[in-house]
C-alpha cells in the first residue's frame, strides 16, 4: 500500500514539475515581444504545441468594448486531418520544440494561408445570451467544456457547425479582474478526450496569456500616443522614417512592391496669412481625416511636417496607387469643408525608383516639386 501510495506522490510530483517547465517556457515565450500579433501567436502556439498543452486546435476572441463584441483575432490547426498528419509527422521527425515552433518563418507563413485563421478573423460575436458559448464565457466569466451529448446538442448553433466543432472548451482571457477575451479549444483531429485537468491547466494558461494580452494593448497605446501628431493624430515625422525603413525591409524579404506618396497642400501660406492659423490648424485636421477615410487600413499615414504628408502603400505597384491617389485628390477638391483647397503629390515606388528611404524619399519629394512647379492640384510619378 505504501508503494503504491509513493509511486502516485512521484507521478504526481512528475505531472506538476513538468507543468511549471511547460509554463515557464511559454512565459519566456511571451516576454520576447510585445507586439500583440506576436503575443497571440504565441499563445495559440503554446496551446496547440506539443510540448505545450497539445490541442488540435486553438482560437483566440478579443472584447471590442465599443461595440460591446467579441472579435476574432486569430486561429491555430490543421485544415484537415491529412494536413494535421504532414504536420505532426515533420514535428516528431525533427524533434521541433515550442521555442522553434514560435520562430519558425515557415510557421507565420502557414497562418497567412490559414483556412482557419481566415474564418476566425472574419467573426465578430455580440456578447449576449443568444450569442453561443463563446459570448457566455466572457459574461460568466468562467470556463465551459463540451464533452457530453447534452452539451453538445445544447453548444450547437451556427459559430459551432461551422467551425465543426464537436468536444471542446472555452475559457476566459482575464487581465484586473476583467474578461478581456475568450480562448477556445478543441481536439477535431485525434479526438482526445478534453479531461478536467485539462480544463484546469488551459485555465491556469489563459490567466497567463490575459495578462501578456493586457500588456501588450498598454504597450501599443503608449507607442501610438509617443509616436503621433498632436494635431492631426496621424504618424509623426520620426516613426514614419522608422515604418518606411521596416516597409522595405518586409518588402526586399518578400520580394514585394509597395509605393510612396508624398503630398503637400497648396497655397498653404496665403491661406494661413489670410485666415489665421487656427483655421489653418482646422484645415490640417479635416485633410487629415480625408486621408484616413480614403486610404485601405494597412495603409500607414503621417504628418510629414509643416503642411505635408506621406502615405505608405504596402503591397501596391504605382498604377494602383495611382488609383488611390487620385481619389485623394479629388475627395479634398470637391470637400466643401475644405474651403477650395488642394493637394498636390508626388508618386515613388519600391525597388524601381530606390532602394532606401532616402532615395524614395528624394524620388517622391522630386515628383511632388514636379507637380507643384506645373500647376498645382495635380499628380507626378
Known sequence: MANIEDK??????????DELEMFYDIG???????????ILYVILT?????????FNRSMLFLVNEKENRLEGKMGIGPDSAEDASKIWAHIEKNKIGLEELIGAET??????????????????IPIREDSGLIALTV????????????????ARNEFSMIMDLDEFVTVPLKAKNKVIGVLLA??????????TDAVRVLTMFANQAGLAIENSRLY???VVLSNSDSLTSLWNHGYFQYLLGEEIKRSSFAKSRFTLLMIDIDNFKAFNDTYGHQAGDSILREISGKFRDISRKIDIIARYGGEEFGIILPMTKKEEALVLAERIRKAVEI?????????SMGVASFPEDGDTKEALIAKADKALYEAKRSGKNRICV
Open 8 to 17: 502516485n506522490y512521484q507521478e504526481e510530483l512528475c505531472k506538476v514539475r
Open 28 to 38: 519566456n515565450a511571451m516576454r520576447t515581444t510585445l507586439n500583440l500579433e506576436e
Open 46 to 54: 503554446a496551446a496547440t504545441s506539443h510540448t505545450g498543452l497539445s
Open 107 to 124: 510557421q507565420f507563413d502557414h497562418l497567412k494561408k490559414s483556412k482557419l485563421n481566415q474564418v476566425i478573423k472574419s467573426m465578430k
Open 139 to 154: 459574461m460568466e466569466g468562467m470556463p465551459f467544456i463540451i464533452n457530453t451529448a447534452e452539451a453538445k446538442q445544447k
Open 186 to 195: 478543441d481536439n477535431r483531429f485525434n479526438k482526445k478526450p478534453i479531461t
Open 220 to 222: 501599443e497605446q503608449t
Open 335 to 343: 470637400s466643401p469643408g475644405l474651403k477650395n483647397i488642394t493637394i
